[in-house]
Structure formats: C-alpha cells, structure tokens
C-alpha cells in the first residue's frame, strides 16, 4: 500500500481538530487523473465543514480530507492518448465529501474537474483559482449574465470570491459597485470597481440604487447585509445569494419584495476554468494570494481565514514543485 502526508479530521470542532497523518494514496479509476498536489487552496466552505456545518453532514466516515481547489502535476493519465500527459501542469476542483479532499500530497480527479494551470501562474496562485473563480463565473456571469450598462453590487468584494466578482463583472462592462473596508478599497479600483463602498463608514444603501444584480456574498450572518440588499434593485433585479446558511429566509424575502432570486452551488467544472485560464493568461483577470502555509499548518490558516480580513486567497504549501 502506498501512503501520503494529509491534513486529516476525526471529528468536527475548532481549527486544532486539523492534523497531520499518513494516510493511503488514492488510485485513479476511470477516466480519472492520479495528481501530486503541490498547493492547495483553503476557502470558507472548509471552515464550514470542519466546524460542523457547511457539508460536515454528508461526511460519510471519518478521518476524512478537506480541501478543494489544488494545483499540482498529473502523474497518471486516464488514458495514453489523453491530451494531458503525465508531468502536465492542471489545476482543478474536488468535490469533498463526495470525494477526498487536496490538503494533501495527491489526489484523483475526474477528467472532467480539471484544465491545465495557466503557465503565467505559480501553483500557489493557481490552487487558489478554481473554487472562487468558478463561483464568481457562475454567480456574474452564468446566472447574473453581467454586460455593458449594468449595475451590478458586489458585496465582500476583496475576498476570494469577490475579487473575480469585481474582475469578471468589469471585464463585460458592468457599472461595479463593491463593499469593502478602508485598506481595500483602493486595490478593488485597481480591480475594476467603479465605486467602492466603505462599509465601516458608509451605509451602501445610502448611496448605491437602481441595480440590476446584487452578488451576495455574505447573507445576513453580519449587519443584515442580504436584506438590506433587497431595498436597492431595480424592479425585477436579481440577487444571487452563496455563501450556503448565510440567510435562512432568503427566497421568501426576495419574494415579498417581487424580486428575482437565486442561490447559487459551484460546480468542478474544468470546461469553464479553461475559459477562466485564457483571462488569466492574458492578464485580463488576476488571483492574489494573500499568505501561504505550509500543509502541517493548516489550523493557522483556517484561523486566518476566520478572521474575516483576508485579501483574496490563502492557500497551503502542500510539497515542493
């Protein structure tokens, strides 16, 4: 049998509840890849889970591996005639429960959840792509269908997700409106937002109305944020709630007021994150990755990330490239 280095949990609970363990190789089946991981990305929805909530119930036994962006080197092929061969660069999606996480040395993963990682990026950069982007692609793009002379709200716009909110929405033209903090809101300009809302000084209904979109990415966990939305679309606006939990009465709400709504689930979509690469390749879209852990300090990173200050993505050092 065959082992690897893993951040397991055995239980749910706080970030110590993360360790460190040997744990068996994963084989690839089917039209799988066999990837060595070299940096895995951290996002809320881990926090979440090892918590107890976000998927914590669908997990089927335990220890069990978080994690589910990764960038790493293909080191089995589905196939030989597969156009990516082993020693390819990919970067891609799990789906934990589902499947087993990428906080750790390899990982095996449907050829249909991965693309190869755009040359202009690192693999820390890269692993910190695929979840948020695809999110934030699904979110503004896909359901919010962003264009010219739209105004669009984006709220949480300097965190994983919301920085390529703010970039996606920019790049087909739309009037960007994004909710920040002091530090940030200079670098959210610099991203493609057209205004910048401070939320430790301003109220954002104060001065942001007549939107189209409203990208939701924090519900009503803080300041009743979600509803406070509802007051400023347009007439049969859309608002796009993600963050799974954040706002129990969500679509009654957005009912009452005759608002469109919808929540939105990502998908390991690889045919998508190949189109997401091009804008990465080409600069128009940048990932900004604000620490970096080593893999036996994945508690600190989860602690960071709860802070609820982080500038784009915090990823793990899983090995060496």
């Known amino acids: ?115 190869k990682k755009p040359r ?14 695809l999110t934030a692609w699904g979110a503004v793009v896909d359901i919010g269908k962003t264009h010219e002379g739209q105004r669009v709200l984006i709220h949480a716009g300097s965190g994983g997700v919301g920085h390529f909110a703010v970039q996606f929405a920019a790049y087909f033209g739309a009037h960007v409106i994004a909710t920040g903090s002091t530090r940030n809101a200079g670098w959210l300009r610099e991203l493609g937002a057209t205004e910048v809302v401070d939320y430790s000084t301003t109220r954002f209904e104060d001065v942001a109305h007549d939107i189209d979109v409203v990208i ?53 979509d690889g045919t998508t994150l190949t189109v997401i690469s091009r804008l990465l390749e080409a600069g128009d879209v940048r990932v900004f990755v604000d620490q970096v852990f080593d893999l036996d300090n994945a508690a600190d990173a989860h602690r960071a990330l709860e802070t609820g200050h982080t500038r784009g993505k915090i990823v793990l050092k899983v090995s060496d490239g």
């Open 120 to 133: 202009a990026l690192s693999h820390a950069e890269a692993a910190g792509v695929p979840l948020a982007a």
């Open 1 to 115: 049998m065959t082992m690897m280095r893993a951040i397991v949990i055995a239980a749910v609970g706080g970030p110590d509840v993360l360790t460190i363990a040997e744990v068996r190789r994963p084989n690839k089946v089917n039209a799988e890849f066999l990837v060595r991981v070299i940096a895995a990305g951290v996002n809320p929805i881990d926090v979440k889970t090892r918590s107890g909530a976000g998927v914590s119930a669908e997990i089927p036994s335990y220890p069990v591996i978080l994690g589910n962006d990764f960038s790493g080197i293909v080191v089995e092929s589905p196939y030989e005639a597969h156009a990516i061969k082993p020693g390819d660069e990919v970067y891609g999606m799990m789906t934990v429960p589902r499947s087993s996480g990428s906080y750790a040395e390899y990982v095996s993963v449907p050829a249909l959840s991965l693309a």
């Open 216 to 268: 939701d990415l924090i519900g009503n966990v803080h300041d009743d944020t979600g509803t406070r939305s509802l007051a400023v679309l347009k007439p049969n606006g859309l608002i796009v709630n993600v963050p799974s939990g954040s706002w129990p009465s969500f679509l009654a709400d957005a009912a009452a007021a005759d608002l469109r709504a919808t929540h939105f689930k990502v998908s390991a």
